[in-house]
């Protein structure tokens, strides 16, 4: 129930903050059209275009949260979370798309330059409605960050950029109105140029995110050293993550135990170590693996270490673990990405390996380096 009480008020600030975004800009974009065609600027034209562009952006991030807090179905028992990085994508392209129309717009001012006529009211209008849109785009960034909204904090990039157009224009307009030299074309280039480069790595971000970018490695530390720290765990390997939208992630984690603890010891450890996880970093251990640990085997270990790390590209080895019934030898290497030809270095460590212990049956299981 709690969860569902977060999930639940997470969304009603997303939306509120959307409605404040919609109505805001509606209300800038009347007022810059106004000053726009009254001055003869197409710079403020388009400023008031754009405003109307982030009205958009707040309607569809509402549309997305909307989706996004469906309950799971059979179809999608993970939920429609990523909704909200696809809005994310779609808000980056509105952006893109404001900035390349803002460059051709400018560039075609530099080549036919038009002499626009300001009047004092007309600045002074533009510049509070400079500060207004600074402060809709630093309130809108700063709750994204809060309630970890990608599309939030698109749209509050968004608007602080508009707020930077609209100051070079203020500014070009200073500039004509006492020296009578022409800047808001150029300027208008450069502050799109920015603009653009914001887009794209909001765009980066979102994607990364649905393609399962790699966890930040500080927060795979902390969630390595949470895990080490419960009595009983010797170890803690193969950390895993899946994030299926800003409020359900899920992961999965090995640890290494004494080879003699038993079922119910180990059942009563791993609840532990899923209820501390949660209540810290609000993911979901779906899974924990066991490796089970006899340090009567530390000097064969030892001595099938300096055989694995005698290999450039290995990055790490664990779950050590010999069967004496079975006469079996098992343990995993992480070999890093960078490897020329992983199989064939698995290859032969598994050939070194074998032929040092020919009496046992070597099983080396290939990990994937996910936490770097």
Do not use: W
Not at 61 to 78: L, R, S, W
Not at 344 to 372: C, F, H, M, W
Request: glycine share 8%; net charge negative.
């Amino acid at each position: 129930m709690e969860v569902v009480e977060q999930v639940t008020s997470r969304d009603k600030t997303i939306v509120k903050t959307g409605v404040v975004g919609i109505v805001a800009n509606a209300i800038l974009a009347a007022i810059k059209a106004a000053v726009g065609f009254a001055s003869g600027s197409i710079a403020i034209i388009l400023d008031a275009v754009n405003n109307l562009s982030d009205a958009l952006s707040s309607v569809i991030t509402i549309v997305g949260i909307k989706i996004a807090g469906k309950n799971p179905d059979k179809e999608h028992p993970f939920g429609y979370g990523r909704v909200e990085y696809l809005t994310a994508i779609v808000i980056g392209v509105i952006i893109l798309y404001t900035g390349g129309t803002s460059v051709v717009e400018s560039a075609k001012k530099i080549i036919s330059p038009s002499t626009p006529s300001y009047d004092t009211i007309s600045l002074v209008l533009i510049a509070v409605l400079v500060v207004v849109k600074f402060a809709l785009g630093l309130y809108t960034q700063r709750v994204g960050q809060r309630v970890n909204s990608d599309s939030l904090i698109a749209s509050g990039v968004d608007a602080k950029f508009d707020a930077l157009i609209s100051l070079g224009t203020l500014l070009a307009a200073l500039v004509f109105v006492f020296f009578g030299i022409s800047l808001e074309a150029y300027l208008g280039v450069v502050i799109s140029l920015l603009l653009i480069k914001a887009a794209l790595e909001i765009l980066r971000d979102a994607i990364d995110k649905i393609l399962g970018a790699r966890m930040p490695s500080g927060d795979s530390s902390e969630i390595y050293e949470c895990v080490r720290s419960f009595d009983g765990v010797l170890g803690a390997y193969d950390l895993i993550f899946n994030d299926y939208g800003p409020d359900k992630k899920l992961g999965s984690v090995h640890i290494e135990v004494a080879h003699d603890m038993n079922a119910a010891q180990i059942d009563a450890l791993t609840r532990r170590i899923q209820n501390e996880v949660f209540a810290k970093f609000n993911i979901v251990l779906d899974t924990i693996g066991i490796y089970a640990f006899d340090k009567e085997d530390n000097a064969t270990r030892l001595n099938v270490e300096k055989i694995v790390f005698g290999h450039k590209f290995i990055k790490q080895m664990h779950g050590f673990y010999i069967n004496k019934e079975t006469n079996t030898i098992t343990f995993d290497i992480v070999i890093d990405f960078n490897a020329p030809d992983s199989s064939a270095l698995y290859r032969e460590i598994l050939s070194q390996v074998s032929s040092a212990y020919p009496s046992y049956k070597v099983i080396i299981t290939r990990d994937t380096d996910y936490n770097g």
